[in-house]
């Protein structure tokens, strides 16, 4: 399975990313700035997501349209 971000670079399991929108984190009242580094992510069974922590935030998952490869 081939998981790529959103310039197309193919992403692999505990990569750096970086952040390409603001996010607003459901649940929550944390919104997730543009150019957030956020590293180690782990893969999931489905290629358009990704696991990772973030601040105050754990076992969240990001869609991979959202992320550039750092």
């Known amino acids: 399975m081939d998981v790529k971000d959103s310039n197309g670079t ?27 580094l956020v590293k180690g992510i782990h893969l999931t069974d489905d290629e358009e997501e990704v696991e990772c922590r973030v601040e105050k935030v754990k076992g969240l998952v990001l869609k991979t349209c959202f992320l550039k490869k750092a």
Do not use: A, M, Q
Request: net charge positive.
């Open 10 to 36: 193919l992403l692999s399991e505990g990569d750096s990313v970086t952040l390409i929108k603001d996010l607003k984190v459901k649940g929550t009242s944390v919104t997730l700035k543009r150019g957030t």
